[in-house]
């Protein structure tokens, strides 16, 4: 016996309002069996625990700009490292920070390119090795093949440029945020120049240290995912009056680095 009419538009309406759950579910194992392949190649033999409220990660739900997703991570007791990982990126390890004795790793921002819809997985490692991940779903495409800015020439020529904002005021033993920006365009090997439609050859930062006289505050290794012109707010405590050195290395093995005084020259006022 075959449906009625109004059967049928029953059974259409009901696969019309099931078929996003399905697709939504379908996405979901997707993403799980992506997240259990990069957890065994990134950290073999390594357990990955709940975040437990050790880590939370933040990003926009959707991206304005997927070439400039501003990331704020945030941890609520001391942490030896962070790791980020962009699940579908092509190089999913955007990341990865080791903070030493001079730092106070409670709070990490900075910004990254997202080339496809995709989990952002934030793992804190703690003092005693374990492994604890927060998770964040990103609205964002096309990334990592965005343009790294309008003038590749002038890209180039400021290079290497860094600077260094103090946020909040300087007391001697108290932790403090610091924000430093470093010009550099991060071509990935993925953006055409719009002038001669040839990819621009891959040319980012790998490493980039962090020193409060002579004491570590970070190192950070990155690859591809690193947004143009990186700009990173971190937290160190000055127990003196010093200098905030930074070193930075790209992978064409170009070493820029620079010295910045704490707390620096005021401002000029009137």
């Not at 609520?76 to 999913?92: E, H, M, Q, R, T």
């Not at 860094?162 to 932790?175: I, T, V, Y």
Request: aromatic share 8%.
């Amino acid at each position: 016996m075959g449906l009625s009419k109004s059967g049928v538009m029953v059974s259409v309406l009901l696969f019309a309002v099931l078929q996003p759950a399905f697709a939504d579910d379908e996405d979901a194992q997707e993403r799980a069996a992506r997240w259990k392949q990069l957890q065994e190649s990134i950290f073999p033999k390594r357990e990955v625990l709940d975040s437990g409220g050790i880590i939370t990660v933040e990003a926009p739900p959707r991206a304005l700009d997927a070439a400039l997703v501003p990331v704020e991570l945030h941890m609520s007791s001391p942490v030896k490292g962070i790791y980020l990982i962009i699940d579908d990126n092509p190089a999913p390890m955007a990341a990865h920070f080791v903070f030493g004795p001079r730092a106070d790793p409670r709070d990490l921002k900075f910004r990254v390119r997202v080339n496809a819809y995709t989990n952002i997985h934030a793992i804190a490692e703690t003092q005693d090795g374990k492994l604890h991940a927060a998770t964040k779903f990103v609205k964002a495409a096309g990334g990592c093949s965005a343009p790294a800015g309008s003038d590749e020439a002038a890209a180039m020529a400021d290079m290497g440029r860094m600077k260094l904002r103090l946020l909040g005021e300087f007391n001697a033993g108290k932790p403090m945020q610091a924000q430093l920006m470093i010009r550099h365009p991060n071509f990935n090997g993925m953006q055409m120049n719009q002038v001669t439609r040839m990819y621009t050859p891959a040319r980012f930062i790998r490493t980039i240290d962090a020193t409060y006289n002579g004491g570590q505050v970070f190192h950070m290794d990155a690859d591809i995912s690193l947004a143009t012109d990186p700009v990173i707010t971190f937290g160190f405590v000055p127990h003196e009056k010093g200098q905030m050195t930074v070193v930075a290395q790209d992978s064409s093995d170009a070493r820029f680095d620079h010295s910045f005084d704490v707390p620096g020259t005021p401002a000029p006022t009137g």
